[in-house]
């Protein structure tokens, strides 16, 4: 391994902090001036994010003059106690420029969208305060120089997400989706507070350069224990298993906050982590492995799950895990797969952002209902939500020439390329993931575009503004075309980061993996096209007509049902009760043995001086006891 | 020339000057008692107090250099009284923190008269007691407050067990008062007060027990020569360990540590909200800096003895407390056994020794104000007279007070420790600190018992925005420019230390040194 080295930061450069700045500045005005700045908050949000995203650019493009492609900015000393210094440095490489790019871009164009879409919503200053101050945070997280500075943005973004799902503080289901978004990420926080003081006990630093330069003299043991615990953070924040529950309910919060936050941006914090801790990764076997388990476990169990659900939101929210599951397979393989993981989360970025903000415009035409099954023909009413959205569709499910194909077949590829016997699990289970995701997202697609209308009555769709289908339109045309612009530019531009990427030779050839994976992708997509051409008769409260339009066309319907929707089904109710029973379980069985030990153990607490006087008296006796026992050993 | 400086005995008055001055003037606020008209008592005791108190911190300020003992003969030190650097920053934070307690004491606006009673001596609900609550609250609890911070002061200078048994018992005898002289509620209030005086007493048994064993081990009470007697004394080790059990469960029952906590919940429900403050800042704050000097400059050389001991109880410390904060439902019950799970974090910064000095001050410092705070902010929202102690009352107060809101936010988050809040750097600080000495099983159970205490945290800031307020929700009563510099200076100084800790935690950093370690 060689020395890693960062330049201080010069020119240009060593504004990086400014990018942190703009933002925040935004929301603290935005928080301070109260209702003064309802009239023009909204606009402040986005100049402020506009402006960072024009720095971004400007600075990625000063980076690429240099030659050592790092900036380091040494900006004041947080804590210095005896050896121990804690410094604020922020770091601008390649790898936080294209996080930056993507934060401040994808984030511009929410922004934008939400002027609209927040448009008749009283909070909407609170709103784009918390927005600026997640995108100051995020940004904190990825241009931090080392990892107590990205655990500061990491609390910061966890904290904004809470306020942000916790918005619409009606609605008492978001409300809790916002506990748990919290509590999940306390757990997350714990692992990530054990990795640096882990850390700090073995090398002294916290700092990325000296720990990774350092990293080669810890044992197995250390190493894999900050591997492990490093894991654990990025699950919790990334809705990994068996953290995943809080991500899909968190879609309770408003449309764009699902796009920016739990899709675009936050929720891939993970994966950023681990890449850029890929030095620690890389050392470890075991851990690689850990994070490819994790990583292939969660995107079919995300995959399974999106395929029985019914809320376009939440659809949506399911495929973001499953997404995010063949990012962490991807970083978890290591080498010249760091760079796969990071070019398909860029690319997920702009795709699943553009999904999200669709689905918002569609909301918003059918009055904010989110069920797929009363929707139907809307492609007729909404002509630009519908062709950006197809982009969306076609990205993700990744069809040549869209973007999900030159970021998604390189991952399955490399997956496959694993040694042994665990190259063609993985690898498996990367390509019935596609295959899977090219169903339900045919599924959703189809059911809310295409086929006969099924809406409740008082709907009358319309298009949405303009502010809001310009954003659409610009990250349609992202889903379309960036994939493959990304594919080659960006693994080069990432080589000072990860190193070199030396060609793998697989189980299969990379041609094989490509065939292969379009043919189940063609296919899940025709089927999921040809069993719900016709809608769906899952209509609860049916009302007469849908029930007849389903009664209509049986004969597809029975073959349907037969053949694929009741194994389907029962595989996605297995993995739905899995997910509630387990892990839901297992998160609210955890309060609930802390609660029940803290009403037992209060017992005690009796308020008889004479019980308090006794337990005094028997500490006296343990702790006499303890120093005995001490001398006599 | 006097007798005692014929037989050569130096006394340093400055650097007695700011217990000496506490002191006075906690004698002169009896005299005001006694000669003021009613009327003007209260501003003339508050001023009093507010002076001496600020006198004695400049006090501290010009010892800042010193590193000796207070009284000597012919130049050789006598350790009863130990100006150092631990000793000096700890009576400036007790000056500082008990300054804010004052005002908070002093309190008159929210409740009418205040919320201590005119006459301890009425039986409670009788019908004189119902009479007397239209009246001012006694001022007595000023000098009363005063005698308990000199003793405070002089606890965590003391270098010898004994001057340390005189101050223990100076700090706590007026607490016991003040804890019975509650205006209403008082039934609740006395009782607290008399299980606090029982259990102290207890306590106090075994402190002149364990300083009697000491003695015999040691053939001194003085701490550096018990330090040394570790090392070479011919007598039977068992009688240190008796000695160091018990000292130690003394001074563990005031830290409130499991399983000595017991009184800590009900005696903070039921005392006087701004006593329970002055408690919660004030007598942690001595009662570790106790516990930092015994076991820093009496024990170290036994370290090995106690070291699991202590250990275990800052493990059950730690756990305990934030346990049985997960299902409290008042607000001072909660912030009681947070204060017994932070007694378990401070107790880390004890067991890492000289590693940790430092860092376990600045906790101390930090946790005060803003536990001050968090109290002072409970006793201005109410039911009527009556505070609204119970959390499902506090539901919907971010739109019905949303200034008030923000506060508790931000002291909840500084309690559960998020970043850019004191809370934060002083746990990262101290845990980073106990690494340093090894302690990496001590910082593990710190950090999930922090996760777990975050909890119910959460719930009360979850109550305050997404709740809808009940119809009867209680008032927040607008405090008065005291209550009001309580909060602000609590809150400014959890957000100040939460984003620029640097200058105080280079302060502690070179007042981490004891004297004879």
Redesign the interface.
């Known amino acids: 391994m060689d020395e890693i080295s960062y330049a201080p930061a010069e020119g240009l450069l060593s504004w990086t902090w400014l990018l942190i700045a703009l933002p925040a500045i935004g929301a603290t005005v935005l928080l301070l001036a109260g209702r003064r700045s309802d009239k023009w908050g909204h606009w402040l949000g986005v100049v402020t994010v506009g402006g960072a995203f024009a720095l971004a650019v400007a600075m990625f493009s000063s980076l690429a003059g240099l030659d050592n492609k790092s900036a380091n900015l040494d900006l004041f000393t947080i804590i210095s106690i005896g050896d121990l210094r804690l410094e604020a440095n922020l770091l601008f490489d390649p790898l936080s420029a294209v996080f930056c790019l993507l934060i401040t871009g994808v984030g511009l164009l929410i922004h934008v969208y939400a002027v609209g879409y927040m448009a008749h919503d009283e909070g909407r200053r609170k709103f784009f305060a918390y927005f600026n101050l997640f995108a100051a945070a995020m940004l904190v997280l990825v241009l931090g120089g080392n990892y107590f500075m990205t655990f500061i943005g990491w609390e910061g973004v966890g904290l904004a997400s809470y306020l942000l799902i916790s918005f619409w503080q009606l609605k008492p289901a978001a409300a809790t989706a916002g506990k748990k978004a919290f509590l999940t990420n306390r757990v997350a926080d714990v692992g990530f507070l054990l990795a640096m003081f882990t850390m700090l006990g073995a090398l002294g630093t916290v700092d990325f350069q000296e720990v990774f330069n350092g990293a080669g003299s810890l044992s197995t043991g250390t190493s894999l224990a900050i591997g492990l615990l490093l894991l654990a953070a990025a699950c919790g924040k990334s809705g990994q298993f068996p953290f995943q529950t809080w991500l899909p309910d968190a879609m309770e919060g408003p449309t764009p906050v699902s796009a920016l936050i739990h899709a675009a941006t936050m929720v891939t914090a993970g994966v950023y982590l681990i890449a850029r801790s890929n030095v620690i990764f890389s050392l470890n076997a075991d851990v690689q492995t850990a994070v490819v388990v994790v990583g292939a476990l969660t995107l079919l169990f995300g995959a399974i799950v999106g395929c029985a659900k019914d809320d376009i939101k939440r659809v949506l929210a399911w495929s973001t895990v499953s997404q995010i599951g063949y990012m962490f397979l991807a970083v978890g393989l290591g080498g010249g797969a760091f760079a796969l993981g990071i070019i398909h989360l860029l690319a997920h970025g702009f795709f699943k952002a553009g999904l999200f903000l669709g689905s918002g415009s569609v909301m918003h035409a059918m009055n904010d209902q989110t069920d797929i099954r009363r929707f139907g023909g809307l492609w007729r009413k909404m002509p630009l939500t519908y062709a950006t959205f197809a982009a969306g569709w076609l990205a993700i499910i990744g069809l040549f020439p869209f973007s999900g194909f030159w970021t998604k077949d390189p991952i399955i590829a490399s997956a496959f390329a694993r040694e042994g016997w665990q190259g063609w699990v993985v690898g498996s289970a990367a390509l019935l993931g596609a295959a899977l995701t090219a169903f339900y997202m045919t599924r959703l697609f189809v059911l809310t575009f295409h086929g006969p209308k099924r809406w409740t009555e008082d709907v009358h769709p319309h298009e949405s503004p303009a502010i809001m289908t310009a954003p659409l339109v610009l990250l349609g045309l992202g889903s379309l075309g960036a994939g493959g612009l990304m594919a080659t530019s960006v693994a080069d531009w990432l080589v000072p980061v990860f190193g070199e990427p030396h060609e793998v030779h697989g189980h299969l050839s990379h041609m094989q993996v490509t065939i292969a994976t379009t043919v189940v992708v063609v296919l899940g997509a025709a089927l999921g096209w040809f069993l719900f051409r016709n809608g769906t008769d899952e209509v609860p409260r049916a009302a007469a007509w849908p029930v007849r339009f389903a009664r209509a066309d049986l004969g597809g319907e029975a073959v349907n049902r037969g053949v694929f929707e009741r194994p389907s089904r029962l595989a996605a109710s297995a993995s739905v009760a899995m997910d509630g029973r387990v892990v839901d379980g297992a998160v609210n069985g955890l309060s609930a043995a802390i609660g029940g030990t803290s009403r037992r153990l209060l017992v005690v607490q009796t308020g008889f001086v004479r019980t308090y006087a006794l337990s005094i008296l028997s500490g006296a006796v343990i702790v006499v006891a303890a120093l005995m026992v001490v001398v006599v050993q | 020339m006097n007798e005692a400086q014929q037989a050569g005995l130096q006394i340093d008055w400055a650097g007695l000057a700011p217990m000496v001055i506490v002191f006075v003037a906690a004698f002169g606020g009896l005299l005001v008692e006694a000669t003021v008209p009613k009327g003007r008592r209260l501003v003339v005791q508050v001023s009093l107090a507010v002076l001496a108190l600020a006198a004695a911190f400049v006090a501290v300020v010009l010892n800042s250099d010193k590193h000796g003992t207070a009284f000597s003969i012919e130049g050789v030190g006598i350790g009863s009284v130990v100006l150092d650097g631990p000793g000096l920053f700890l009576q400036g934070t007790l000056a500082i923190l008990s300054i804010i307690a004052v005002l908070l004491l002093a309190e008159r606006r929210t409740t009418r008269g205040g919320d201590f009673v005119a006459e301890a001596a009425v039986v409670a609900d009788s019908a004189a007691d119902k009479a007397q609550r239209r009246e001012d609250g006694a001022t007595e609890i000023f000098p009363l407050t005063l005698f308990a911070v000199g003793g405070m002061m002089m606890f965590v200078t003391a270098g010898d067990l004994l001057t340390m048994f005189v101050a223990l018992e100076m700090l706590s005898l007026p607490l016991y008062l003040l804890c019975g002289l509650a205006k209403r509620r008082r039934l609740i209030s006395q009782e607290a007060a008399?299980?606090y005086f029982?259990?102290g007493a207890?306590?106090s048994a075994?402190y002149v027990y364990g300083m009697a064993m000491l003695f015999g081990f040691a053939g001194t009470v003085d701490l550096a020569g018990i330090n040394q007697a570790g090392v070479d004394s011919g007598q039977p080790?068992?009688f240190l360990?008796?000695g160091?059990?018990?000292i130690?469960?003394a001074m563990l029952?005031k830290a409130a540590a499991v399983?000595?906590h017991?009184?800590t919940?009900?005696v903070y429900t039921g005392a006087p909200t701004p006593v329970t403050a002055l408690m919660a800042a004030c007598v942690k704050v001595a009662a570790f800096g106790g516990l930092l000097r015994v076991f820093n400059v009496g024990l170290a050389s036994s370290a090995?003895?106690?070291h699991?001991?202590l250990t275990?109880?800052a493990v059950a410390t730690m756990l305990?407390g934030a346990?049985?904060?997960?299902?409290q439902r008042n607000i001072k019950r909660l912030l009681a056994y947070s204060s017994i799970a932070n007694a378990g974090y401070l107790l880390i910064g004890v067991i890492a020794l000289g590693?940790a000095v430092?860092?376990t001050m600045f906790y101390l410092a930090a946790y005060g104000f803003t536990v001050i705070a968090a109290f002072a902010v409970v006793s201005l929202v109410r039911d009527g007279d009556e505070e609204a102690t119970h959390l499902a009352r506090w539901a919907g107060l971010g739109k019905k007070s949303p200034g008030t809101a923000v506060v508790v936010t931000i002291l909840m988050l500084a309690l559960a420790g998020?970043?850019?809040t004191s809370g934060f750097?002083a746990k990262?600080?101290l845990?980073?600190?106990a690494?340093?000495a090894?302690e990496?099983g001590l910082?593990?159970v710190g950090?999930?018992s922090s996760?777990?205490l975050?909890?119910p945290y959460?719930k009360v800031v979850?109550l305050l925005?997404?709740?809808e307020p009940a119809p009867d929700a209680p008032t927040v009563n607008l405090p008065s420019p005291m209550a009001g510099t309580v909060v602000a200076a609590g809150v400014a100084a959890t957000i100040l230390l939460g984003i620029v800790?640097?200058f105080l935690?280079?302060l502690v950093?070179q007042a981490s040194t004891f004297l004879n370690t």
Do not use: H
Request: proline share 6%.
């Open positions: 008399l299980k029982l259990l207890f306590a075994f080790r068992l360990y008796i160091v059990a018990m130690a469960v029952f399983p000595f017991m009184w919940p009900d090995w003895d106690w699991l001991i275990v109880i305990g346990i049985f904060a997960v299902t590693e430092g860092q998020l970043p850019f750097t990262f600080s845990f980073a600190a690494l340093q090894d990496l910082v593990i950090v999930v996760a777990i975050a909890f959460l979850v925005w997404l709740n800790p640097g935690l280079d950093d």
